[in-house]
């Protein structure tokens, strides 16, 4: 999404702000195994699309006392053993029984596969509207209605957008069950794979009062218009209070949200209200390419009102202040570029860890060859990063020990060398854990800087000499207090 959403509180902006393209794998059903099996096994690797999804919803339920429902929609998919798989969640919009999310979701649509997606709406709770929205317990917001459907049913539709009646599932049968939960409306686009970035200011002049004892709040709604005509918003900006010549924080734009830059968008002034019920203000239809030309000239366009009589020029205009266009590069432009991963590690030697001879320390290896929780920490992440490491030798430390016959060290090699810190590979990164523990004795208390200390000369050798190299320093530490 555009990351130009408010960062006001107080209800000016959609909740939770992340970003929220997230990928979709197999949502697979169970009939489809043989298919998917005798495919596969001939080679044939199916028909993958990227698809884009965005919602919004209507006549929701009102679960709150002195406002409208703040809702969000989380999004999963029924895997082949019929466990539901969290797929990702919009934001929360403020007071609306009616929302359009701006949040998408990108999932892969198989051609061959039935993926069952199931959709649930929450209203989220007024002392969790601070927090991501990936951090909300669900259990915690109410829940407003769920709606389920194969992915192919929205593919399949003319305009690729698909309505389905909210409602309650089964296992809310010990609860009062409306007859009426609203209904969500599901729209689907194919990506169009695009690395470039549009940075805008905008600017707006000579707006009109729409509040009676202040000015006017406004901000801006940017949507996309789809070959069905639908609007879809793609982007909000923040909230200006008392202002009728506002300008807003850069707005960015990617060309894959919008399409292209000659597709249309619809650029909307609101004025902003704490009900949600939000004034048109005025709009006007512009592409990427007109906006960039309306910078050219250094002139502005007059938005219109639309009224039963046609559309209303007013004296109110746009601005395009800046235009400017970006490559994002990917971690795979990085990798082909040559940059490498440099990683870094440090364990916790302190004596909070237990006593490592016995089966409930943290630090005890068990004869049988199961990893302890420090060893599944140290494979987990380095065997996702070791790939990336050209020479495979791995600075790691230890602190919190005392080794023997001398103080205790909040920075001491893991090889236990007193020259070099490095070692080779993640094997030798847990051979030289085991061996540590066999050679110090655990101690206290748990401090940070010195291991960043030494990481960050090590990053920093690595800039001056011109090697492009992005530093990791995993620290692999109990939850207890830090002093430092």
């Known amino acids: 999404m555009g990351n130009c959403c408010s ?5 000016r902006a959609p909740i939770g702000g992340t970003p929220a393209n997230i990928g979709l794998g197999n949502g697979n059903d169970a009939p489809n195994d043989a ?33 409208k429902s703040d809702p969000m929609l989380v999004a999963y998919t029924r895997g082949r053993d019929g466990v539901l798989k969290e797929v990702g969640r919009t934001e929360v919009v403020l007071n609306s029984l009616n929302p359009k999310w701006i949040n998408t979701l990108n999932v892969t649509f198989q051609f061959e596969i039935v993926q069952t997606m199931l959709f649930c709406l929450y209203d989220v709770d007024t002392q969790f509207h601070q927090m991501e929205v990936k951090m909300l317990k669900l259990e915690e917001q109410q829940f407003l209605g769920e709606a389920t459907c194969a992915l192919s049913e929205i593919i399949t539709k003319s305009n690729r957008s698909l ?10 049968t010990g609860l009062s069950r409306p007859q009426n939960c609203g209904r969500l409306a599901v ?3 194919e990506c169009i794979t695009s690395k470039t970035t549009t940075e805008m200011i905008l600017r707006c002049s000579e707006l009109e009062h729409k509040n009676l004892f202040s000015r006017t709040d406004p901000f801006l709604v940017i949507s996309k218009i789809v070959e069905s005509g639908m609007s879809i ?13 506002p300008t807003w924080k850069p707005v960015f734009l990617n060309i894959q949200q919008v399409g292209s830059k000659d597709s249309p968008l619809v650029i909307e002034c609101f004025n902003f209200n704490s009900s949600g019920k939000h004034d048109l203000i005025g709009k006007l239809q512009k592409s990427l390419l007109d906006l960039e030309k309306l910078h050219s000239s250094v002139k502005g366009e007059n938005l219109v009102l639309p009224t039963a009589a046609g559309n209303k020029v007013l004296k109110s205009q746009l601005f395009v202040d800046t235009f400017s266009e970006s490559t994002q590069h990917t971690f795979l432009d990085y990798l082909a570029g040559g940059f490498e991963v440099n990683f870094m590690l440090a364990v916790d030697f302190t004596a909070s860890n237990g006593n490592p001879r016995l089966p409930d320390s943290l630090h005890y290896i068990d004869p049988s060859g199961r990893p302890n929780a420090y060893q599944r920490a140290i494979l ?8 990336y490491d050209s020479d495979k030798r791995f600075p790691a430390w230890g602190f919190g020990a005392r080794p023997i016959d001398g103080p205790v060290s909040h920075c001491f090699n893991l090889n236990g060398s007193s020259t070099y810190c490095e070692v080779e590979g993640i094997q030798g990164i847990m051979m030289a854990y085991a061996s540590a523990l066999l ?3 655990l101690a206290g208390p748990t401090l940070f800087g010195p291991v ?22 995993l620290i692999i530490t109990l939850p207890v207090s830090l002093y430092d």
Request: aromatic share 8%.
């Open 187 to 189: 729209h689907a686009e």
């Open 439 to 441: 050679n110090v004795s």
């Open 233 to 245: 918003p793609v982007c909000k900006t923040e909230v200006i209070r008392n202002d009728l010549k």
């Open 452 to 473: 960043i200390s030494h990481a960050a000369q090590i990053a920093g050798q690595s800039l001056a000499n011109g090697r492009h190299r992005y530093s990791v320093l």
């Open 35 to 67: 298919v998917h099996l005798f495919l596969r096994s001939r080679g044939y690797q199916g028909l993958f699309s990227q698809i884009q999804l965005s919602f919004s919803a209507s006549g929701l339920r009102d679960r709150d006392v002195l406002s």
């Open 163 to 172: 309505t389905l009646d909210l409602t309650y599932g089964e296992e809310y």
């Open 380 to 387: 987990e992440v380095g065997e996702v990063l070791h790939f």
């Open 7 to 11: 960062d006001d509180r107080g209800g």
